[in-house]
């Protein structure tokens, strides 16, 4: 049965992968802002905006920097020139006036230089003028307001820690399963380690007592000057050691605290990915002490199994912010 102690759609979990977009319409323009991000260990963030609206860069920065924590993130804003069109604004794709002027020039040179290529589609985008972004950046941006910046912000912010957060979910829910199958493994091999800790001293008692039995000179002359009442306590008192040293309760309930810990790091919020990042080499350091003191295959597997898990939890606790 699953531990979670609380629905993991009310957890604020967000991934550090995420996307968002917006668009405003300026008085002349149309406004485009897009957000992505992927990993990174630290606030990483790039923006991208024309120099006529560098005056916002400052306002854009502070908003991200708000609202993410960590990721390599990237602000990319555009615009597209408005042009008039049956008394309403749309956007204009092409100019088509700059247009016309770049093929008629072409159509001059073709007509005396006939063995000549026409221009490619390419090459007519790039021609100067021909794409609205191109005319009028300083005329056509000078018109944009400090409330529409606010308002492309906001939204664009608002969808891309939305994303973030389905994605942190969905990571979430990955992370519990993990614990929870972790859960399962510890709580299996609690219940049975007193009986593989008695087969373990049993079984090594009968090995010593058969080769004090045995017919081999060396171990007759090395036992020789001892009781066989006291050689037989000895040889418990050893096996009770042997399987002292074999006892990993201590780490099974190491393991369980660690469980408790890493569901409490989403309840608590914060900064979810990096206490779990170290929590996981906590699980690790565990699983390797289980694979070190195992005594029997069951333990062995419990080990390995472990280990997998932890590593599947990791690739996911890395995603997290």
Not at 42 to 49: A, E, G, P, R, S
Request: hydrophobic share 40%; with cysteine; charged share 25%.
């Amino acid at each position: 049965m699953s531990q979670t102690q609380q629905p993991i759609d009310s957890l604020e979990v967000y991934s550090m992968t995420g996307f968002g977009q917006a668009q405003v319409n300026s008085k002349l323009c149309r406004l485009n802002l897009q957000l992505k991000s992927v990993n990174s260990r630290f606030l990483d963030l790039t923006l991208k905006i024309p120099d006529e609206l560098a005056a916002f860069e400052g306002k854009l920065r502070e908003a991200i920097t708000h609202a993410v924590k960590r990721g390599k993130v990237e602000a990319r804003l555009s615009w597209q020139t408005l042009l008039p069109s049956d008394g309403e604004a749309e956007v204009a794709l092409i100019n088509t006036q700059a247009l016309a002027q770049v093929l008629a020039v072409q159509n001059a040179i073709l007509n005396h230089a006939p063995n000549a290529s026409p221009m490619s589609v390419s090459a007519l985008m790039n021609a100067p003028a021909v794409l609205p972004s191109s005319v009028g950046a300083s005329e056509v941006l000078s018109a944009v307001t400090a409330d529409e910046i606010n308002d492309l912000i906001a939204s664009a912010i608002a969808q891309f820690k939305q994303s973030r957060q389905q994605e942190g979910a969905h990571l979430a829910q990955t992370i519990f399963e993990r614990l929870d199958a972790i859960g399962g493994v510890v709580h299996n091999l609690r219940v049975q380690l007193p009986e593989l800790l008695k087969h373990q001293e049993s079984k090594l008692s009968e090995r010593l007592l058969k080769a004090l039995d045995s017919d081999k000179n060396e171990v007759k002359l090395a036992t020789s000057a001892i009781p066989r009442e006291e050689l037989i306590e000895r040889i418990r008192q050893e096996a009770s050691l042997t399987a002292i040293r074999i006892d990993v309760a201590e780490e099974l309930d190491r393991l369980d605290g660690h469980l408790g810990n890493a569901r409490q790091c989403f309840v608590d919020g914060g900064n979810i990915g990096k206490k779990l990042d170290f929590l996981m080499q906590e699980f690790n350091r565990e699983a390797n002490t289980l694979g070190s003191k195992s005594a029997s295959l069951l333990q062995t597997k419990a080990s390995l199994d472990l280990k997998l898990m932890i590593e599947q939890m990791r690739e996911q606790v890395q995603n997290l912010e």
